[in-house]
Nanobody, 115 residues
């Protein structure tokens, strides 16, 4: 079993930055793919960014050039650096741990961007 705890969300003005953290326990993230998703109430959860166990990254078109996903295997933590935030980035952000066919989710952290 893997437990994920997100942190770093909050209220920020448009153009500002936030750094989300996803701390894992119960198993190492070393061989897992780590991803960030976000969800607006009433809408489907959408993929934001992915980093594979080998360090390859992939981003949603809407965040390319503004968000950066990273991982620190020694700290068992994944990160999402979010710059140039826009009001449309407002959502609950979730971290996902994926290894083979197993997926684990965190409880989410709220990000609110004011205009």
């Amino acid at each position: 079993q893997v437990q994920l705890v997100e942190s770093g969300g909050g209220l920020v003005q448009a153009g500002g930055s936030l750094r989300l953290s996803c701390a894992a326990s119960g198993n190492r993230i070393t061989f897992a793919n780590m991803a960030w998703y976000r969800q607006v109430q009433g809408k489907q959860r959408e993929s934001v960014a992915l980093i594979t166990s080998g360090g390859s990254t992939n981003y949603a078109d809407s965040v390319k050039g503004r968000f950066t996903i990273s991982r620190d295997n020694a700290k068992n933590t994944a990160y999402l650096q979010m710059n140039s935030l826009k009001p449309e980035d407002t959502a609950v952000y979730y971290c996902k741990y994926n290894y083979v066919a197993r997926n684990y989710w965190g409880q989410g952290t709220q990000v609110t961007v004011s205009s």
